[in-house]
């Protein structure tokens, strides 16, 4: 399972991750968005997307690709204008095994996780504890941000 977690301002934008034939994965709908103040949703959101997991959806061509379905969300225009003060976390969960990574924009302008930002769970934790875990590193980094 993955999930992308994107912080701007004190908004948590968190969409479906669904996989393409490649093992490549794409921001589809539905897609939450809540205010990181709000524990409760933001829990429930996290939920949801865990359950959702990664459905499967078709690899596109370049010349079919839409615009970043982010941005709509954000009420932004462009993906550089999401970016600004942006925040990414990646939730993943592979053999049972959850980690959370948070990510650094490199000079070429991708997004590569950082080792000193990640959490690496012990085996059979929790969805619950995984999603405690989350929700503090987001409003800590929220917080950081104001």
């Not at 921001?27 to 939920?47: D, G, N």
């Not at 980690?99 to 012990?122: H, L, R, S, V």
Request: net charge neutral; charged share 20%; aromatic share 8%.
């Amino acid at each position: 399972m993955n999930c992308n977690i994107y912080l701007r301002n004190t908004v948590a934008y968190i969409p479906t991750m669904g996989k393409m034939d490649e093992g490549f994965y794409r921001a589809v709908e539905p897609v939450a968005v809540v205010s990181v103040a709000h524990t409760e949703a933001l829990r429930q959101a996290l939920e949801g997307a865990i359950r959702r997991g990664n459905p499967p959806v078709p690899m596109l061509k370049r010349s079919e690709w839409a615009p970043p379905i982010l941005l709509k969300y954000a009420g932004v225009k462009s993906w550089s204008a999401f970016e600004r003060g942006m925040q990414l976390w990646d939730l993943n969960e592979k053999n049972g095994i959850y980690q959370i990574a948070g990510n650094t924009k490199q000079p070429n302008g991708m997004w590569k996780e950082a080792a000193e930002q990640t959490t690496t769970f012990p085996p059979h934790t929790s969805t619950d504890d995984v999603i405690e875990r989350t929700i503090a590193i987001l409003q800590d980094a929220a917080r950081d941000n104001t």
